[in-house]
Protein backbone atom coordinates (compact mmCIF):
# COMPACT_ATOMS: atom_id res chain seq x y z
CA UNK A 1 0.00 0.00 0.00
CA UNK A 2 1.21 3.83 -0.65
CA UNK A 3 2.45 5.55 1.89
CA UNK A 4 0.37 8.54 3.07
CA UNK A 5 2.37 11.04 1.39
CA UNK A 6 2.18 9.26 -1.20
CA UNK A 7 -1.28 9.02 -1.77
CA UNK A 8 -2.02 13.08 -1.23
CA UNK A 9 0.24 13.31 -4.11
CA UNK A 10 -2.12 11.21 -6.03
CA UNK A 11 -4.93 13.21 -4.97
CA UNK A 12 -3.41 16.28 -5.37
CA UNK A 13 -2.45 15.76 -9.23
CA UNK A 14 -6.15 13.61 -10.05
CA UNK A 15 -8.18 16.57 -8.69
CA UNK A 16 -8.54 18.54 -11.35
CA UNK A 17 -8.85 15.72 -13.84
CA UNK A 18 -12.86 14.53 -15.17
CA UNK A 19 -14.47 11.34 -16.26
CA UNK A 20 -15.21 7.97 -15.10
CA UNK A 21 -11.53 6.85 -14.38
CA UNK A 22 -10.39 10.05 -12.63
CA UNK A 23 -13.76 9.90 -10.65
CA UNK A 24 -13.02 6.04 -10.15
CA UNK A 25 -9.53 7.12 -8.35
CA UNK A 26 -10.54 10.13 -6.11
CA UNK A 27 -12.81 7.64 -4.44
CA UNK A 28 -10.66 5.15 -4.10
CA UNK A 29 -7.90 7.60 -3.12
CA UNK A 30 -10.37 9.36 -0.13
CA UNK A 31 -11.15 6.26 0.95
CA UNK A 32 -7.70 5.32 1.30
CA UNK A 33 -6.46 8.52 3.09
CA UNK A 34 -9.60 8.73 5.40
CA UNK A 35 -8.36 6.02 7.35
CA UNK A 36 -4.33 7.49 6.78
CA UNK A 37 -1.95 9.34 9.71
CA UNK A 38 -0.27 11.96 8.24
CA UNK A 39 2.18 13.46 10.34
CA UNK A 40 3.68 16.48 8.11
CA UNK A 41 2.50 19.67 8.31
CA UNK A 42 3.33 19.86 4.15
CA UNK A 43 1.15 16.98 3.13
CA UNK A 44 -1.62 17.50 5.56
CA UNK A 45 -1.90 21.09 4.02
CA UNK A 46 -1.87 19.86 0.56
CA UNK A 47 -4.63 17.50 1.74
CA UNK A 48 -7.23 19.88 3.00
CA UNK A 49 -6.81 22.50 -0.02
CA UNK A 50 -7.51 19.11 -2.11
CA UNK A 51 -10.35 18.43 -0.13
CA UNK A 52 -11.53 21.90 -0.27
CA UNK A 53 -11.27 21.75 -4.06
CA UNK A 54 -13.38 18.94 -4.36
CA UNK A 55 -16.40 19.95 -2.03
CA UNK A 56 -16.51 23.14 -4.82
CA UNK A 57 -15.97 21.08 -8.18
CA UNK A 58 -16.94 17.70 -7.61
CA UNK A 59 -17.71 14.84 -10.07
CA UNK A 60 -20.75 14.19 -8.10
CA UNK A 61 -22.31 13.59 -5.19
CA UNK A 62 -20.37 10.60 -3.80
CA UNK A 63 -17.07 12.40 -4.39
CA UNK A 64 -18.42 15.55 -2.57
CA UNK A 65 -19.47 13.87 0.51
CA UNK A 66 -16.59 12.08 0.79
CA UNK A 67 -14.31 15.55 0.73
CA UNK A 68 -16.76 16.90 2.88
CA UNK A 69 -16.49 14.29 5.22
CA UNK A 70 -12.49 13.69 5.59
CA UNK A 71 -13.14 17.91 6.17
CA UNK A 72 -15.24 17.00 9.20
CA UNK A 73 -12.37 14.99 10.85
CA UNK A 74 -9.81 17.67 9.90
CA UNK A 75 -8.97 19.47 13.30
CA UNK A 76 -8.57 16.02 15.03
CA UNK A 77 -5.60 15.69 12.61
CA UNK A 78 -4.21 18.82 13.26
CA UNK A 79 -4.37 18.04 17.19
CA UNK A 80 -2.44 14.81 16.51
CA UNK A 81 0.16 16.61 14.93
CA UNK A 82 3.52 17.40 16.98
CA UNK A 83 3.94 21.07 18.18
CA UNK A 84 6.54 22.01 15.42
CA UNK A 85 4.28 20.75 12.73
CA UNK A 86 1.03 22.11 13.92
CA UNK A 87 2.98 25.70 14.08
CA UNK A 88 3.76 25.48 10.71
CA UNK A 89 0.10 25.69 9.78
CA UNK A 90 0.09 28.82 11.79
CA UNK A 91 -2.12 31.42 9.80
CA UNK A 92 -3.39 28.84 7.46
CA UNK A 93 -7.07 29.39 8.41
CA UNK A 94 -7.33 25.51 9.14
CA UNK A 95 -9.48 24.01 12.00
CA UNK A 96 -7.46 23.16 14.73
CA UNK A 97 -4.45 25.99 14.20
CA UNK A 98 -4.28 29.77 15.25
CA UNK A 99 -3.88 33.02 13.38
CA UNK A 100 -2.89 36.48 13.88
CA UNK A 101 -3.79 39.64 11.95
CA UNK A 102 -3.92 43.44 12.88
CA UNK A 103 -8.07 43.62 11.88
CA UNK A 104 -9.65 46.44 11.60
CA UNK A 105 -11.99 47.80 14.83
CA UNK A 106 -15.35 46.64 12.89
CA UNK A 107 -13.83 43.08 12.34
CA UNK A 108 -12.06 43.17 16.06
CA UNK A 109 -15.47 43.98 17.49
CA UNK A 110 -17.00 41.18 15.27
CA UNK A 111 -14.69 38.33 16.35
CA UNK A 112 -15.01 39.74 19.87
CA UNK A 113 -18.58 39.39 20.21
CA UNK A 114 -19.20 36.29 18.48
CA UNK A 115 -15.78 34.11 19.29
CA UNK A 116 -15.03 35.79 22.94
CA UNK A 117 -13.15 32.97 24.05
CA UNK A 118 -10.96 32.38 21.25
CA UNK A 119 -10.13 36.16 20.66
CA UNK A 120 -7.48 37.99 21.98
CA UNK A 121 -4.65 40.29 21.28
CA UNK A 122 -1.65 38.50 20.95
CA UNK A 123 1.03 41.04 22.72
CA UNK A 124 4.39 38.46 22.31
CA UNK A 125 6.26 40.57 20.36
CA UNK A 126 4.13 43.50 19.75
CA UNK A 127 6.19 46.46 19.57
CA UNK A 128 3.63 49.43 19.31
CA UNK A 129 3.42 50.28 23.19
CA UNK A 130 3.80 53.65 22.74
CA UNK A 131 1.23 53.94 20.10
CA UNK A 132 -1.15 51.74 22.19
CA UNK A 133 -0.40 54.14 25.76
CA UNK A 134 -0.93 57.93 23.38
CA UNK A 135 -4.13 56.12 22.40
CA UNK A 136 -5.52 55.23 25.82
CA UNK A 137 -4.82 58.53 27.02
CA UNK A 138 -7.21 59.76 24.69
CA UNK A 139 -10.00 57.46 25.32
CA UNK A 140 -10.00 57.68 29.16
CA UNK A 141 -11.45 59.80 31.77
CA UNK A 142 -9.33 63.19 32.98
CA UNK A 143 -8.91 61.73 36.27
CA UNK A 144 -7.17 58.45 34.64
CA UNK A 145 -5.00 60.30 32.13
CA UNK A 146 -1.92 60.67 34.42
CA UNK A 147 -1.56 56.96 34.51
CA UNK A 148 0.13 57.04 31.33
CA UNK A 149 2.64 59.99 32.16
CA UNK A 150 6.04 59.45 32.62
CA UNK A 151 6.36 57.88 35.76
CA UNK A 152 2.96 56.55 35.49
CA UNK A 153 1.13 53.32 35.57
CA UNK A 154 2.32 52.22 32.05
CA UNK A 155 -0.27 50.99 29.63
CA UNK A 156 0.01 47.34 30.08
CA UNK A 157 -0.89 47.75 34.09
CA UNK A 158 -3.30 49.74 33.63
CA UNK A 159 -5.07 47.55 31.10
CA UNK A 160 -4.57 44.84 34.14
CA UNK A 161 -6.57 46.97 36.55
CA UNK A 162 -8.96 47.96 33.86
CA UNK A 163 -9.95 44.52 33.08
CA UNK A 164 -13.76 44.09 34.18
CA UNK A 165 -13.78 40.35 35.64
CA UNK A 166 -12.75 37.85 33.09
CA UNK A 167 -12.78 40.50 30.17
CA UNK A 168 -9.96 40.03 27.82
CA UNK A 169 -7.31 42.77 26.75
CA UNK A 170 -8.99 43.05 23.28
CA UNK A 171 -12.49 43.10 24.70
CA UNK A 172 -11.09 45.96 27.53
CA UNK A 173 -9.82 47.91 24.27
CA UNK A 174 -12.79 47.24 22.05
CA UNK A 175 -15.16 48.82 25.15
CA UNK A 176 -12.98 51.85 25.74
CA UNK A 177 -13.18 53.01 21.47
CA UNK A 178 -16.96 52.25 21.33
CA UNK A 179 -17.80 54.54 24.60
CA UNK A 180 -15.01 57.36 24.13
CA UNK A 181 -14.85 60.67 22.95
CA UNK A 182 -13.06 59.69 19.19
CA UNK A 183 -15.95 58.63 17.03
CA UNK A 184 -16.58 57.99 13.55
CA UNK A 185 -14.09 57.28 10.79
CA UNK A 186 -11.33 58.79 13.52
CA UNK A 187 -12.05 56.05 15.57
CA UNK A 188 -11.69 53.57 13.29
CA UNK A 189 -8.50 54.67 12.06
CA UNK A 190 -7.45 55.51 15.60
CA UNK A 191 -7.94 51.92 16.23
CA UNK A 192 -6.40 50.85 13.21
CA UNK A 193 -3.12 52.54 13.68
CA UNK A 194 -2.52 50.72 16.57
CA UNK A 195 -1.63 47.65 14.16
CA UNK A 196 -2.40 44.93 17.13
CA UNK A 197 -1.96 41.69 16.15
CA UNK A 198 -5.04 39.73 16.86
CA UNK A 199 -5.16 36.43 17.42
CA UNK A 200 -7.63 33.88 16.80
CA UNK A 201 -8.11 30.12 17.43
CA UNK A 202 -9.95 27.91 15.54
CA UNK A 203 -11.47 25.80 17.68
CA UNK A 204 -14.52 23.90 17.78
CA UNK A 205 -17.25 25.71 15.91
CA UNK A 206 -15.33 28.65 14.63
CA UNK A 207 -15.75 29.17 10.93
CA UNK A 208 -12.50 27.75 9.51
CA UNK A 209 -11.33 27.81 5.92
CA UNK A 210 -12.19 23.94 6.84
CA UNK A 211 -15.96 23.78 7.94
CA UNK A 212 -16.77 27.51 5.61
CA UNK A 213 -19.88 26.90 3.29
CA UNK A 214 -23.29 28.34 2.42
CA UNK A 215 -26.16 25.66 2.45
CA UNK A 216 -25.40 24.71 -1.05
CA UNK A 217 -28.82 25.29 -3.75
CA UNK A 218 -28.70 23.42 -7.09
CA UNK A 219 -25.61 21.41 -7.57
CA UNK A 220 -23.09 21.51 -10.15
CA UNK A 221 -21.09 18.25 -11.25
CA UNK A 222 -18.54 18.09 -13.20
CA UNK A 223 -18.44 14.47 -15.41
CA UNK A 224 -16.02 16.31 -18.26
CA UNK A 225 -12.95 18.49 -17.92
CA UNK A 226 -13.44 21.71 -16.87
CA UNK A 227 -14.13 24.86 -18.86
CA UNK A 228 -10.81 26.83 -18.41
CA UNK A 229 -10.44 28.54 -21.78
CA UNK A 230 -12.25 29.40 -24.90
CA UNK A 231 -14.60 31.44 -22.76
CA UNK A 232 -16.17 34.42 -25.32
CA UNK A 233 -16.95 36.85 -22.11
CA UNK A 234 -19.26 38.93 -24.63
CA UNK A 235 -21.14 36.20 -25.39
CA UNK A 236 -21.29 34.90 -21.76
CA UNK A 237 -23.05 38.26 -21.08
CA UNK A 238 -25.81 39.05 -23.85
CA UNK A 239 -27.80 35.64 -22.93
CA UNK A 240 -30.29 35.83 -19.93
CA UNK A 241 -29.20 37.35 -17.12
CA UNK A 242 -30.26 35.70 -13.96
CA UNK A 243 -32.98 36.71 -11.75
CA UNK A 244 -31.47 38.38 -8.24
CA UNK A 245 -33.58 38.50 -4.80
CA UNK A 246 -33.12 40.35 -2.14
CA UNK A 247 -32.73 38.31 1.23
CA UNK A 248 -33.33 39.79 5.04
CA UNK A 249 -33.57 39.09 8.42
CA UNK A 250 -31.64 35.43 9.31
CA UNK A 251 -30.33 34.81 5.49
CA UNK A 252 -28.50 37.74 5.26
CA UNK A 253 -26.83 37.82 8.43
CA UNK A 254 -25.56 34.46 7.84
CA UNK A 255 -24.12 35.51 4.39
CA UNK A 256 -22.82 38.64 5.98
CA UNK A 257 -21.05 36.29 8.66
CA UNK A 258 -19.57 34.20 6.07
CA UNK A 259 -18.29 37.19 3.97
CA UNK A 260 -16.54 38.18 6.69
CA UNK A 261 -15.44 35.15 7.80
CA UNK A 262 -14.00 33.90 4.53
CA UNK A 263 -12.01 37.24 4.69
CA UNK A 264 -10.95 36.55 8.38
CA UNK A 265 -9.33 32.97 8.04
CA UNK A 266 -7.31 34.43 4.96
CA UNK A 267 -6.11 37.31 6.94
CA UNK A 268 -8.01 39.99 4.74
CA UNK A 269 -10.69 42.35 5.34
CA UNK A 270 -12.94 43.91 2.93
CA UNK A 271 -14.66 46.94 4.06
CA UNK A 272 -18.35 45.72 2.79
CA UNK A 273 -18.16 43.00 4.54
CA UNK A 274 -16.45 44.33 7.94
CA UNK A 275 -19.56 46.47 8.00
CA UNK A 276 -22.23 45.25 5.83
CA UNK A 277 -25.78 46.84 5.37
CA UNK A 278 -27.76 43.85 5.98
CA UNK A 279 -31.11 45.56 4.27
CA UNK A 280 -29.21 45.65 1.21
CA UNK A 281 -27.99 41.83 0.54
CA UNK A 282 -28.76 40.14 -3.15
CA UNK A 283 -28.58 36.79 -3.94
CA UNK A 284 -28.73 34.87 -7.94
CA UNK A 285 -27.99 31.47 -8.54
CA UNK A 286 -25.53 31.84 -12.10
CA UNK A 287 -25.68 28.45 -12.79
CA UNK A 288 -23.19 25.05 -12.50
CA UNK A 289 -23.90 25.68 -8.84
CA UNK A 290 -22.72 28.60 -8.78
CA UNK A 291 -24.37 31.23 -6.01
CA UNK A 292 -23.47 34.80 -5.48
CA UNK A 293 -24.23 37.40 -3.07
CA UNK A 294 -23.48 40.57 -3.21
CA UNK A 295 -23.58 43.07 0.03
CA UNK A 296 -23.79 46.98 -0.36
CA UNK A 297 -23.35 49.77 1.99
CA UNK A 298 -25.04 50.94 4.80
CA UNK A 299 -26.21 54.80 3.19
CA UNK A 300 -23.87 56.57 5.47
CA UNK A 301 -20.74 54.64 4.07
CA UNK A 302 -21.37 54.92 0.76
CA UNK A 303 -19.57 56.73 -2.14
CA UNK A 304 -21.29 60.33 -3.16
CA UNK A 305 -22.00 59.44 -6.72
CA UNK A 306 -20.87 55.79 -7.64
CA UNK A 307 -23.44 52.77 -6.03
CA UNK A 308 -20.83 49.80 -5.15
CA UNK A 309 -21.48 46.11 -4.49
CA UNK A 310 -19.19 43.55 -2.63
CA UNK A 311 -19.77 40.04 -3.92
CA UNK A 312 -19.11 36.41 -2.13
CA UNK A 313 -19.37 34.15 -4.46
CA UNK A 314 -19.85 30.19 -3.61
CA UNK A 315 -19.34 26.97 -5.72
CA UNK A 316 -21.39 24.19 -4.74
CA UNK A 317 -21.81 26.46 -0.82
CA UNK A 318 -17.97 26.76 -0.73
CA UNK A 319 -16.66 30.44 -0.66
CA UNK A 320 -14.37 30.67 -4.08
CA UNK A 321 -13.95 34.12 -4.95
CA UNK A 322 -14.51 37.88 -3.80
CA UNK A 323 -14.39 41.66 -4.84
CA UNK A 324 -16.21 44.77 -5.91
CA UNK A 325 -18.13 46.32 -8.51
CA UNK A 326 -19.11 50.43 -8.37
CA UNK A 327 -20.43 52.79 -10.93
CA UNK A 328 -22.92 54.25 -12.43
CA UNK A 329 -24.69 55.89 -15.53
CA UNK A 330 -23.80 52.07 -17.33
CA UNK A 331 -20.15 52.17 -16.32
CA UNK A 332 -18.42 48.76 -14.22
CA UNK A 333 -15.32 49.08 -12.36
CA UNK A 334 -14.77 46.00 -10.96
CA UNK A 335 -12.25 44.02 -8.94
CA UNK A 336 -12.03 40.35 -8.30
CA UNK A 337 -9.73 37.56 -6.07
CA UNK A 338 -10.33 34.18 -6.70
CA UNK A 339 -9.16 32.36 -3.67
CA UNK A 340 -5.53 30.42 -3.79
CA UNK A 341 -7.33 26.83 -3.35
CA UNK A 342 -9.50 27.07 -6.27
CA UNK A 343 -7.51 28.92 -8.80
CA UNK A 344 -7.62 25.47 -11.10
CA UNK A 345 -10.87 25.29 -11.49
CA UNK A 346 -13.12 27.02 -13.99
CA UNK A 347 -11.94 31.00 -13.25
CA UNK A 348 -12.89 32.52 -16.39
CA UNK A 349 -16.36 30.84 -16.09
CA UNK A 350 -16.72 31.83 -12.73
CA UNK A 351 -15.84 35.60 -13.73
CA UNK A 352 -18.18 35.57 -16.38
CA UNK A 353 -21.12 34.28 -14.23
CA UNK A 354 -20.34 37.22 -11.31
CA UNK A 355 -20.30 39.99 -14.38
CA UNK A 356 -23.39 38.55 -15.59
CA UNK A 357 -25.29 39.13 -12.51
CA UNK A 358 -23.47 42.54 -11.91
CA UNK A 359 -24.47 43.92 -15.29
CA UNK A 360 -28.04 43.31 -14.28
CA UNK A 361 -27.41 45.46 -11.09
CA UNK A 362 -26.04 48.31 -12.88
CA UNK A 363 -27.11 47.97 -16.39
CA UNK A 364 -23.42 47.93 -17.42
CA UNK A 365 -22.51 48.68 -21.15
CA UNK A 366 -18.95 49.78 -20.01
CA UNK A 367 -16.38 47.38 -17.49
CA UNK A 368 -13.51 48.64 -16.13
CA UNK A 369 -10.17 46.29 -14.72
CA UNK A 370 -8.79 48.91 -12.71
CA UNK A 371 -4.73 48.80 -12.91
CA UNK A 372 -5.10 47.94 -9.51
CA UNK A 373 -5.54 44.52 -10.20
CA UNK A 374 -2.97 43.76 -12.88
CA UNK A 375 0.15 46.52 -11.99
CA UNK A 376 3.39 46.13 -10.01
CA UNK A 377 1.57 46.80 -6.76
CA UNK A 378 0.25 43.44 -7.05
CA UNK A 379 3.11 41.13 -7.42
CA UNK A 380 0.66 37.91 -6.90
CA UNK A 381 -0.74 39.32 -10.27
CA UNK A 382 2.29 40.19 -12.07
CA UNK A 383 3.52 36.67 -11.18
CA UNK A 384 -0.29 34.95 -12.31
CA UNK A 385 -0.30 37.12 -15.63
CA UNK A 386 -3.44 38.11 -14.94
CA UNK A 387 -2.99 40.66 -17.67
CA UNK A 388 -3.71 38.15 -19.94
CA UNK A 389 -6.41 36.34 -17.82
CA UNK A 390 -8.56 39.39 -19.13
CA UNK A 391 -6.81 39.89 -22.26
CA UNK A 392 -8.07 35.95 -23.33
CA UNK A 393 -11.45 37.35 -21.92
CA UNK A 394 -11.44 40.45 -24.39
CA UNK A 395 -10.56 42.72 -22.25
CA UNK A 396 -8.39 45.98 -23.63
CA UNK A 397 -5.62 48.08 -22.65
CA UNK A 398 -6.98 51.57 -22.05
CA UNK A 399 -3.62 53.30 -23.31
CA UNK A 400 -3.56 52.30 -27.02
CA UNK A 401 0.57 51.90 -26.81
CA UNK A 402 0.42 49.41 -24.20
CA UNK A 403 -2.36 47.14 -26.47
CA UNK A 404 -0.08 47.39 -28.84
CA UNK A 405 2.45 45.67 -27.18
CA UNK A 406 0.00 42.99 -25.34
CA UNK A 407 -0.74 42.14 -29.42
CA UNK A 408 2.58 42.09 -29.92
CA UNK A 409 3.40 39.64 -27.03
CA UNK A 410 0.60 37.12 -28.04
CA UNK A 411 1.76 37.39 -31.61
CA UNK A 412 5.23 35.61 -30.08
CA UNK A 413 3.20 33.74 -28.15
CA UNK A 414 1.83 31.86 -30.57
CA UNK A 415 5.05 31.95 -32.91
CA UNK A 416 7.21 30.68 -29.90
CA UNK A 417 5.46 27.90 -27.79
CA UNK A 418 6.16 28.30 -24.20
CA UNK A 419 6.96 31.85 -24.24
CA UNK A 420 5.81 34.48 -21.02
CA UNK A 421 6.59 37.79 -21.07
CA UNK A 422 9.14 38.73 -18.71
CA UNK A 423 8.08 40.59 -15.36
CA UNK A 424 9.43 43.96 -17.13
CA UNK A 425 6.77 43.54 -19.58
CA UNK A 426 3.86 42.60 -17.18
CA UNK A 427 5.19 45.82 -15.46
CA UNK A 428 4.50 48.12 -18.43
CA UNK A 429 1.07 46.50 -19.44
CA UNK A 430 -0.06 47.21 -15.85
CA UNK A 431 0.21 50.88 -16.35
CA UNK A 432 -3.03 51.39 -17.58
CA UNK A 433 -6.60 50.08 -16.77
CA UNK A 434 -8.12 47.49 -18.91
CA UNK A 435 -11.97 48.14 -20.55
CA UNK A 436 -14.14 45.89 -22.23
CA UNK A 437 -17.32 47.76 -23.79
CA UNK A 438 -21.02 45.76 -24.20
CA UNK A 439 -23.05 47.13 -27.10
CA UNK A 440 -22.95 50.36 -27.54
CA UNK A 441 -21.53 53.22 -25.49
CA UNK A 442 -22.90 55.77 -23.49
CA UNK A 443 -22.37 59.17 -26.02
CA UNK A 444 -19.57 61.28 -24.10
CA UNK A 445 -16.62 60.58 -21.49
CA UNK A 446 -17.48 59.02 -18.60
CA UNK A 447 -18.27 60.25 -15.22
CA UNK A 448 -15.23 60.00 -12.42
CA UNK A 449 -15.81 60.54 -8.94
CA UNK A 450 -12.25 61.64 -8.64
CA UNK A 451 -12.28 64.50 -11.43
CA UNK A 452 -15.92 65.48 -9.55
CA UNK A 453 -14.38 65.19 -6.42
CA UNK A 454 -10.99 67.92 -7.91
CA UNK A 455 -13.66 70.38 -8.84
CA UNK A 456 -15.75 70.49 -5.48
CA UNK A 457 -12.24 71.01 -3.56
CA UNK A 458 -11.61 74.06 -6.04
CA UNK A 459 -14.78 75.65 -5.58
CA UNK A 460 -14.38 74.84 -1.53
CA UNK A 461 -10.60 76.61 -1.79
CA UNK A 462 -11.74 79.29 -4.19
CA UNK A 463 -15.08 80.41 -2.90
CA UNK A 464 -15.34 79.54 1.07
CA UNK A 465 -11.71 79.68 1.76
CA UNK A 466 -11.20 75.91 2.87
CA UNK A 467 -14.48 75.88 4.88
CA UNK A 468 -15.99 72.96 4.54
CA UNK A 469 -18.80 73.04 6.63
CA UNK A 470 -20.29 76.27 4.92
CA UNK A 471 -19.39 75.26 1.66
CA UNK A 472 -21.87 71.79 2.14
CA UNK A 473 -24.36 74.65 3.94
CA UNK A 474 -24.26 76.76 1.04
CA UNK A 475 -24.63 73.94 -1.48
CA UNK A 476 -27.29 71.74 0.09
CA UNK A 477 -29.28 75.48 0.33
CA UNK A 478 -29.22 76.19 -2.63
CA UNK A 479 -30.07 72.93 -4.96
CA UNK A 480 -32.84 72.81 -2.29
CA UNK A 481 -33.99 75.76 -3.28
CA UNK A 482 -33.59 74.65 -6.98
CA UNK A 483 -35.24 71.15 -6.70
CA UNK A 484 -38.32 72.34 -4.22
CA UNK A 485 -36.79 70.26 -1.40
CA UNK A 486 -38.26 72.87 1.08
CA UNK A 487 -39.49 70.03 3.50
CA UNK A 488 -36.07 67.80 3.67
CA UNK A 489 -35.67 68.65 7.51
CA UNK A 490 -38.51 65.89 7.73
CA UNK A 491 -37.17 63.38 5.71
CA UNK A 492 -35.87 60.12 7.03
CA UNK A 493 -32.30 61.21 8.14
CA UNK A 494 -30.27 58.86 5.73
CA UNK A 495 -32.40 60.71 2.98
CA UNK A 496 -31.37 63.91 4.26
CA UNK A 497 -27.21 62.85 4.43
CA UNK A 498 -27.58 61.80 1.64
CA UNK A 499 -28.14 64.42 -0.43
CA UNK A 500 -26.23 67.07 1.49
CA UNK A 501 -23.61 64.18 0.41
CA UNK A 502 -24.11 65.06 -3.24
CA UNK A 503 -25.48 68.71 -2.67
CA UNK A 504 -22.13 70.08 -3.76
CA UNK A 505 -21.40 68.45 -6.90
CA UNK A 506 -24.66 69.14 -8.01
CA UNK A 507 -24.69 72.27 -7.13
CA UNK A 508 -21.35 72.79 -9.64
CA UNK A 509 -23.92 72.35 -12.77
CA UNK A 510 -23.90 75.58 -13.89
CA UNK A 511 -27.69 75.64 -15.74
CA UNK A 512 -29.43 73.95 -13.01
CA UNK A 513 -31.48 76.54 -12.74
CA UNK A 514 -32.95 76.45 -16.02
CA UNK A 515 -33.42 72.76 -16.25
CA UNK A 516 -36.99 72.01 -16.96
CA UNK A 517 -39.07 71.37 -14.09
CA UNK A 518 -39.45 67.82 -14.82
CA UNK A 519 -36.11 66.98 -14.73
CA UNK A 520 -35.45 68.75 -11.82
CA UNK A 521 -38.14 67.18 -10.11
CA UNK A 522 -36.30 63.39 -11.06
CA UNK A 523 -32.94 64.58 -9.88
CA UNK A 524 -34.42 65.45 -6.84
CA UNK A 525 -35.90 61.69 -6.57
CA UNK A 526 -31.99 60.22 -7.77
CA UNK A 527 -30.73 62.40 -4.56
CA UNK A 528 -33.26 60.77 -2.29
CA UNK A 529 -33.03 57.63 -3.50
CA UNK A 530 -29.15 58.06 -2.75
CA UNK A 531 -30.33 57.41 0.85
CA UNK A 532 -32.49 54.20 0.64
CA UNK A 533 -31.78 51.15 2.54
CA UNK A 534 -30.61 49.56 -0.95
CA UNK A 535 -29.05 51.00 -4.52
CA UNK A 536 -30.95 49.31 -6.62
CA UNK A 537 -33.66 52.28 -6.88
CA UNK A 538 -31.14 54.35 -7.51
CA UNK A 539 -28.83 53.65 -9.78
CA UNK A 540 -32.16 52.98 -12.33
CA UNK A 541 -33.14 56.50 -11.46
CA UNK A 542 -29.57 57.83 -12.13
CA UNK A 543 -29.07 55.89 -15.12
CA UNK A 544 -31.99 57.02 -16.62
CA UNK A 545 -31.41 60.70 -16.32
CA UNK A 546 -29.49 61.29 -19.20
CA UNK A 547 -29.92 65.32 -18.86
CA UNK A 548 -28.30 64.80 -15.16
CA UNK A 549 -25.34 62.63 -16.72
CA UNK A 550 -24.56 64.90 -20.14
CA UNK A 551 -24.02 67.58 -17.03
CA UNK A 552 -21.68 65.51 -14.88
CA UNK A 553 -19.64 64.35 -18.04
CA UNK A 554 -19.09 68.00 -18.68
CA UNK A 555 -17.76 68.38 -15.39
CA UNK A 556 -15.61 65.98 -15.09
CA UNK A 557 -14.12 66.60 -18.81
CA UNK A 558 -13.45 70.20 -17.64
CA UNK A 559 -11.79 68.58 -13.95
CA UNK A 560 -9.24 67.07 -16.70
CA UNK A 561 -7.42 69.91 -17.03
CA UNK A 562 -3.91 70.64 -15.31
CA UNK A 563 -4.64 72.51 -11.53
CA UNK A 564 -3.27 75.90 -12.04
Known amino acids: MSAPRELVAAL ?26 LAGARALLAYHETLCFLRAYPDDAAVADA ?19 RARLHDTGIAGTDLDYPFGLPMARW ?5 PRDVEVAWRG ?15 TPSESEAFTEGGLGWRRWLRLARDGRASDLATILRLFDAGPVTGE ?20 APSRTRLALAPGPAGYHAAPLRRAGIDLRRELAGSLPAIRHVQGRPAAAIADLARASMATRARELHAFARPNLADVLVAEAGGGVRVALIGLTPDDRLPLDAYYAYLAFKNGVPVSYGAGWGCFGRLEFALNIFESFRQGESALLVSRILKIYRRVFGARTIVIDRSQIDAGNPEALRSGAFYFFAKLGF ?20 EPGYRSPLATLRRLGRASLILTLGREAAGPP ?8 RVTRTIAGEHGG ?4 ATAVAAARVAGLLGARDRRRWPSPERRAFERLAPIVALLPDLARWPAADRARLLAVMRARGEPGERRYLRLLDGHHRLRRGLQRLSRDAEAPLS
Do not use: C, N
Not at 111 to 115: D, Y
Open 67 to 85: AGGALVGFEARITRLPPAA
Open 186 to 205: AREWLFESLELPIAWRLRGE
Open 396 to 415: RSMDPALQALADAERARAGR
Open 467 to 470: DRHA
Open 447 to 454: VTGSALAA
Open 111 to 115: LAQRF
Open 126 to 140: FAGGERVEEALSLLV
Open 12 to 37: VASAARYGPQARADKLRLLEQLAGAR
